[in-house]
Protein backbone atom coordinates (compact mmCIF):
# COMPACT_ATOMS: atom_id res chain seq x y z
CA UNK A 1 0.00 0.00 0.00
CA UNK A 2 2.82 2.44 0.79
CA UNK A 3 3.55 2.14 -3.21
CA UNK A 4 0.05 3.62 -4.32
CA UNK A 5 0.68 6.33 -1.54
CA UNK A 6 3.39 7.42 -3.79
CA UNK A 7 1.36 7.67 -6.93
CA UNK A 8 -0.12 10.48 -8.85
CA UNK A 9 -3.41 8.39 -9.44
CA UNK A 10 -5.07 5.13 -9.50
CA UNK A 11 -6.43 2.31 -12.03
CA UNK A 12 -8.82 -0.01 -10.29
CA UNK A 13 -9.38 -3.07 -12.72
CA UNK A 14 -12.13 -4.78 -12.16
CA UNK A 15 -13.34 -8.09 -13.14
CA UNK A 16 -16.77 -8.09 -15.28
CA UNK A 17 -17.05 -11.27 -17.14
CA UNK A 18 -17.89 -14.93 -16.12
CA UNK A 19 -15.41 -17.60 -16.97
CA UNK A 20 -15.40 -21.47 -15.04
CA UNK A 21 -11.99 -21.58 -16.26
CA UNK A 22 -10.59 -18.35 -14.68
CA UNK A 23 -10.91 -18.89 -10.84
CA UNK A 24 -11.79 -15.64 -8.72
CA UNK A 25 -10.82 -15.84 -5.36
CA UNK A 26 -14.47 -15.35 -3.89
CA UNK A 27 -15.69 -18.32 -5.89
CA UNK A 28 -17.92 -16.03 -7.50
CA UNK A 29 -18.31 -13.02 -9.51
CA UNK A 30 -19.56 -9.72 -8.23
CA UNK A 31 -18.11 -6.25 -9.65
CA UNK A 32 -19.44 -4.42 -7.05
CA UNK A 33 -18.67 -6.83 -4.04
CA UNK A 34 -14.99 -6.31 -5.13
CA UNK A 35 -15.03 -2.87 -5.95
CA UNK A 36 -16.52 -2.42 -2.04
CA UNK A 37 -13.33 -4.70 -1.36
CA UNK A 38 -10.83 -2.55 -2.68
CA UNK A 39 -12.18 0.45 -1.26
CA UNK A 40 -12.33 -0.71 2.14
CA UNK A 41 -8.69 -1.70 1.72
CA UNK A 42 -7.79 1.75 0.61
CA UNK A 43 -10.21 3.43 3.20
CA UNK A 44 -8.64 1.31 6.45
CA UNK A 45 -5.17 2.08 4.99
CA UNK A 46 -5.95 5.80 4.64
CA UNK A 47 -7.42 6.05 8.38
CA UNK A 48 -4.16 4.56 9.70
CA UNK A 49 -2.10 7.40 7.80
CA UNK A 50 -4.55 10.28 8.72
CA UNK A 51 -4.64 8.88 12.53
CA UNK A 52 -0.81 8.67 12.78
CA UNK A 53 -0.34 12.64 11.23
CA UNK A 54 -3.08 13.37 13.56
CA UNK A 55 -1.38 12.04 16.72
CA UNK A 56 2.27 13.42 15.53
CA UNK A 57 0.80 17.32 14.71
CA UNK A 58 -0.83 16.92 18.69
CA UNK A 59 1.98 15.55 20.06
CA UNK A 60 4.36 18.28 18.34
CA UNK A 61 1.79 20.89 20.15
CA UNK A 62 2.31 19.33 23.42
CA UNK A 63 5.98 20.24 23.23
CA UNK A 64 5.68 23.57 22.62
CA UNK A 65 3.42 25.39 24.85
CA UNK A 66 2.98 28.69 22.84
CA UNK A 67 1.37 26.28 19.73
CA UNK A 68 -2.09 25.83 19.47
CA UNK A 69 -3.89 23.72 16.71
CA UNK A 70 -6.83 25.56 14.80
CA UNK A 71 -10.32 24.50 15.27
CA UNK A 72 -10.01 23.61 11.11
CA UNK A 73 -7.64 20.89 11.92
CA UNK A 74 -10.01 19.16 14.47
CA UNK A 75 -13.24 19.41 12.01
CA UNK A 76 -10.90 18.40 9.01
CA UNK A 77 -9.61 15.69 10.52
CA UNK A 78 -12.86 14.40 12.42
CA UNK A 79 -14.81 14.56 9.45
CA UNK A 80 -12.24 12.50 7.57
CA UNK A 81 -11.82 10.11 9.93
CA UNK A 82 -15.99 9.57 9.63
CA UNK A 83 -15.89 9.14 5.46
CA UNK A 84 -13.12 6.44 6.27
CA UNK A 85 -14.87 4.53 8.77
CA UNK A 86 -18.00 4.33 6.64
CA UNK A 87 -15.60 3.39 3.90
CA UNK A 88 -15.88 6.38 2.12
CA UNK A 89 -12.88 8.16 -0.23
CA UNK A 90 -11.60 11.11 1.23
CA UNK A 91 -12.62 12.86 -2.67
CA UNK A 92 -16.07 11.93 -1.84
CA UNK A 93 -16.73 14.66 0.84
CA UNK A 94 -17.82 18.15 0.67
CA UNK A 95 -15.27 20.13 1.19
CA UNK A 96 -14.43 23.95 1.44
CA UNK A 97 -11.19 25.71 -0.05
CA UNK A 98 -10.28 26.28 3.00
CA UNK A 99 -10.39 22.74 4.20
CA UNK A 100 -8.78 21.25 0.93
CA UNK A 101 -5.81 23.30 1.93
CA UNK A 102 -6.03 21.60 5.65
CA UNK A 103 -5.88 18.48 3.81
CA UNK A 104 -3.24 18.90 1.59
CA UNK A 105 -0.83 20.06 4.33
CA UNK A 106 -1.68 17.83 6.31
CA UNK A 107 -2.65 14.54 4.64
CA UNK A 108 -0.69 14.91 1.27
CA UNK A 109 0.07 10.81 1.27
CA UNK A 110 -3.46 9.99 1.53
CA UNK A 111 -4.61 7.28 -0.96
CA UNK A 112 -8.43 8.23 -1.77
CA UNK A 113 -7.33 11.59 -2.35
CA UNK A 114 -6.09 10.37 -5.56
CA UNK A 115 -8.39 10.51 -9.00
CA UNK A 116 -9.35 6.84 -9.75
CA UNK A 117 -9.73 5.79 -12.92
CA UNK A 118 -12.03 2.40 -13.48
CA UNK A 119 -11.86 -0.37 -15.76
CA UNK A 120 -14.34 -3.09 -15.82
CA UNK A 121 -12.80 -5.80 -17.77
CA UNK A 122 -15.40 -7.72 -20.27
CA UNK A 123 -15.55 -10.82 -22.00
CA UNK A 124 -14.37 -10.25 -25.85
CA UNK A 125 -17.99 -10.83 -26.88
CA UNK A 126 -19.40 -8.05 -24.35
CA UNK A 127 -17.18 -5.59 -25.24
CA UNK A 128 -17.63 -6.42 -29.24
CA UNK A 129 -21.39 -6.35 -28.22
CA UNK A 130 -20.69 -2.74 -26.07
CA UNK A 131 -22.83 -4.17 -23.42
CA UNK A 132 -22.38 -5.90 -20.24
CA UNK A 133 -24.76 -6.28 -17.05
CA UNK A 134 -22.07 -4.69 -14.89
CA UNK A 135 -21.60 -1.22 -16.76
CA UNK A 136 -24.83 0.01 -15.23
CA UNK A 137 -24.46 -0.39 -11.58
CA UNK A 138 -20.71 0.06 -11.76
CA UNK A 139 -21.53 3.60 -12.99
CA UNK A 140 -24.02 4.14 -10.32
CA UNK A 141 -21.52 2.22 -7.35
CA UNK A 142 -18.68 5.02 -8.73
CA UNK A 143 -20.60 7.96 -8.50
CA UNK A 144 -21.97 7.03 -5.23
CA UNK A 145 -18.08 6.74 -4.41
CA UNK A 146 -16.19 9.84 -5.11
CA UNK A 147 -16.32 9.75 -8.91
CA UNK A 148 -14.02 8.65 -10.92
CA UNK A 149 -13.52 7.63 -15.01
CA UNK A 150 -15.17 4.09 -16.03
CA UNK A 151 -13.47 2.30 -18.61
CA UNK A 152 -14.99 -0.64 -20.59
CA UNK A 153 -11.92 -2.79 -21.61
CA UNK A 154 -11.35 -6.35 -22.58
CA UNK A 155 -8.04 -8.17 -21.78
CA UNK A 156 -8.85 -10.52 -23.52
CA UNK A 157 -9.92 -8.65 -26.77
CA UNK A 158 -6.71 -6.34 -26.55
CA UNK A 159 -4.30 -9.76 -26.15
CA UNK A 160 -6.26 -10.95 -29.31
CA UNK A 161 -5.55 -7.85 -31.43
CA UNK A 162 -1.71 -6.84 -29.76
CA UNK A 163 -0.80 -10.52 -31.07
CA UNK A 164 -1.09 -9.73 -34.73
CA UNK A 165 1.86 -8.59 -35.39
CA UNK A 166 4.67 -9.14 -38.16
CA UNK A 167 6.22 -7.27 -41.07
CA UNK A 168 3.87 -3.59 -42.05
CA UNK A 169 2.09 -4.90 -44.55
CA UNK A 170 0.76 -8.48 -42.81
CA UNK A 171 0.11 -6.52 -39.53
CA UNK A 172 -2.00 -4.01 -41.27
CA UNK A 173 -4.35 -6.74 -42.93
CA UNK A 174 -4.17 -9.17 -39.60
CA UNK A 175 -5.54 -6.25 -37.57
CA UNK A 176 -7.56 -4.94 -39.90
CA UNK A 177 -9.63 -8.16 -40.65
CA UNK A 178 -9.45 -8.36 -36.84
CA UNK A 179 -11.32 -5.08 -36.70
CA UNK A 180 -13.81 -5.62 -39.14
CA UNK A 181 -15.11 -8.49 -36.98
CA UNK A 182 -14.80 -6.87 -33.99
CA UNK A 183 -18.11 -4.67 -34.54
CA UNK A 184 -16.48 -1.24 -34.47
CA UNK A 185 -14.60 -2.11 -31.12
CA UNK A 186 -11.57 -0.65 -30.87
CA UNK A 187 -8.62 -0.86 -28.67
CA UNK A 188 -9.13 1.45 -25.61
CA UNK A 189 -5.30 1.13 -24.31
CA UNK A 190 -4.67 4.76 -25.25
CA UNK A 191 -7.39 6.01 -23.85
CA UNK A 192 -6.31 4.13 -20.51
CA UNK A 193 -3.03 5.81 -20.75
CA UNK A 194 -4.62 8.95 -20.85
CA UNK A 195 -6.89 8.41 -18.36
CA UNK A 196 -10.04 9.52 -19.79
Known sequence: MSHIQAVDGIFHCVRAFDNDEIVHVDDSIDALRDLETIQAELCKKDIQ?????????????????????????????????????????????????????????????????????????????????KGSKWLEPMMKWIKAHGGGVLIPMSVEWEQEFWALRGDAAEEKTARDAFLKSSNGAKSVLPRIVKGT
Not at 61 to 84: E, G, Q, R
Open 49 to 129: YVLTQKDKRIKDVKKDPTMKLPALFFSVMDKIIALLEENKPIIAGDWTSPEVEKINELIPNAITTKPVVYLANLSKKAFVN
